[in-house]
Protein backbone atom coordinates (compact mmCIF):
# COMPACT_ATOMS: atom_id res chain seq x y z
CA UNK A 1 0.00 0.00 0.00
CA UNK A 2 1.49 3.31 -1.08
CA UNK A 3 0.96 6.06 1.85
CA UNK A 4 2.86 9.09 2.77
CA UNK A 5 2.66 10.60 6.10
CA UNK A 6 3.93 13.80 6.62
CA UNK A 7 4.47 15.57 10.13
CA UNK A 8 6.51 18.13 12.16
CA UNK A 9 4.37 21.09 11.43
CA UNK A 10 2.72 23.44 14.06
CA UNK A 11 2.24 26.91 15.36
CA UNK A 12 5.49 29.18 15.09
CA UNK A 13 5.46 33.11 15.00
CA UNK A 14 7.28 34.59 12.15
CA UNK A 15 10.25 34.49 11.52
CA UNK A 16 10.60 31.26 13.57
CA UNK A 17 11.35 27.37 12.22
CA UNK A 18 10.04 24.35 11.47
CA UNK A 19 11.53 21.02 10.13
CA UNK A 20 8.82 18.78 8.48
CA UNK A 21 9.29 14.97 7.98
CA UNK A 22 7.43 12.76 5.36
CA UNK A 23 7.82 9.25 5.83
CA UNK A 24 7.28 6.84 2.37
CA UNK A 25 5.91 3.62 1.68
CA UNK A 26 4.84 1.17 -1.22
CA UNK A 27 7.16 2.66 -3.40
CA UNK A 28 10.97 1.66 -4.27
CA UNK A 29 11.37 5.37 -2.59
CA UNK A 30 15.45 5.42 -3.59
CA UNK A 31 14.58 5.82 -7.58
CA UNK A 32 11.76 8.71 -7.22
CA UNK A 33 12.14 12.40 -7.44
CA UNK A 34 9.95 13.77 -4.10
CA UNK A 35 8.12 16.77 -3.65
CA UNK A 36 6.77 19.04 -1.31
CA UNK A 37 3.62 20.91 -1.96
CA UNK A 38 1.47 23.03 0.32
CA UNK A 39 -2.06 24.22 0.36
CA UNK A 40 -3.58 26.90 1.66
CA UNK A 41 -7.20 27.58 2.50
CA UNK A 42 -9.35 27.65 -0.54
CA UNK A 43 -6.02 27.66 -2.78
CA UNK A 44 -4.55 24.94 -4.99
CA UNK A 45 -1.63 22.69 -4.30
CA UNK A 46 1.55 24.68 -4.53
CA UNK A 47 4.89 22.98 -5.26
CA UNK A 48 7.33 24.02 -2.97
CA UNK A 49 10.26 21.99 -3.39
CA UNK A 50 11.82 19.25 -5.08
CA UNK A 51 14.73 16.82 -4.50
CA UNK A 52 16.21 14.23 -6.79
CA UNK A 53 17.35 11.08 -6.46
CA UNK A 54 20.87 12.14 -5.34
CA UNK A 55 20.26 15.02 -3.36
CA UNK A 56 19.32 18.20 -6.62
CA UNK A 57 16.94 20.11 -5.09
CA UNK A 58 14.86 22.80 -7.01
CA UNK A 59 12.85 25.59 -4.91
CA UNK A 60 9.36 27.75 -5.67
CA UNK A 61 10.72 31.61 -5.36
CA UNK A 62 8.45 31.90 -2.72
CA UNK A 63 10.71 29.89 -0.76
CA UNK A 64 14.43 30.13 -2.42
CA UNK A 65 17.11 30.90 0.48
CA UNK A 66 13.92 30.15 3.31
CA UNK A 67 13.21 26.58 2.90
CA UNK A 68 15.94 23.53 2.49
CA UNK A 69 15.16 19.81 1.08
CA UNK A 70 16.86 16.76 1.85
CA UNK A 71 16.53 13.25 2.11
CA UNK A 72 17.54 10.07 3.71
CA UNK A 73 17.34 7.42 1.53
CA UNK A 74 17.73 4.89 3.87
CA UNK A 75 14.88 6.03 5.88
CA UNK A 76 12.58 6.38 2.91
CA UNK A 77 11.97 9.83 4.27
CA UNK A 78 11.79 12.73 3.08
CA UNK A 79 12.51 16.49 5.04
CA UNK A 80 11.71 20.32 4.94
CA UNK A 81 13.65 22.47 6.77
CA UNK A 82 11.75 26.10 6.81
CA UNK A 83 13.30 28.96 8.26
CA UNK A 84 12.19 32.92 8.89
CA UNK A 85 8.96 31.26 8.28
CA UNK A 86 6.00 34.17 7.06
CA UNK A 87 2.47 34.23 7.43
CA UNK A 88 2.21 33.52 3.76
CA UNK A 89 3.51 29.80 4.48
CA UNK A 90 0.56 28.69 6.36
CA UNK A 91 -1.23 25.88 4.70
CA UNK A 92 -0.66 21.61 4.76
CA UNK A 93 2.41 20.40 3.63
CA UNK A 94 2.52 17.30 1.62
CA UNK A 95 4.86 15.27 0.25
CA UNK A 96 4.48 13.01 -2.63
CA UNK A 97 6.72 11.59 -5.84
CA UNK A 98 6.82 13.44 -8.88
CA UNK A 99 7.52 13.03 -12.19
CA UNK A 100 8.99 15.52 -14.92
CA UNK A 101 6.37 17.55 -17.04
CA UNK A 102 6.69 20.15 -19.99
CA UNK A 103 4.67 22.78 -18.52
CA UNK A 104 5.60 25.20 -15.18
CA UNK A 105 6.27 24.07 -12.40
CA UNK A 106 7.56 21.55 -14.82
CA UNK A 107 6.59 18.66 -12.20
CA UNK A 108 3.72 16.65 -11.61
CA UNK A 109 2.70 14.41 -8.20
CA UNK A 110 2.63 10.23 -9.75
CA UNK A 111 0.37 9.51 -6.85
CA UNK A 112 -2.64 10.71 -4.52
CA UNK A 113 -1.83 12.92 -2.13
CA UNK A 114 -1.14 11.20 1.63
CA UNK A 115 -1.33 12.74 5.06
CA UNK A 116 -0.52 16.32 5.24
CA UNK A 117 0.75 18.13 7.97
CA UNK A 118 -0.72 21.57 9.47
CA UNK A 119 1.78 24.88 9.65
CA UNK A 120 0.56 27.86 10.67
CA UNK A 121 2.20 31.12 11.00
CA UNK A 122 1.48 33.69 13.80
CA UNK A 123 2.35 37.49 13.20
Known amino acids: QVRFVASGGGLVQAGGSLRLSCLAS????????MGWYRQAPGQRHELVAI???????EYADSVQGRFTISRDNAKNTVYLQMTNLRREDTAVYYC?????????????????WGQGTQVTVSS
Open 96 to 112: VPVRGDASWPYWVPTDP
Open 26 to 33: GIIFDINT
Open 51 to 57: IKRFGEA
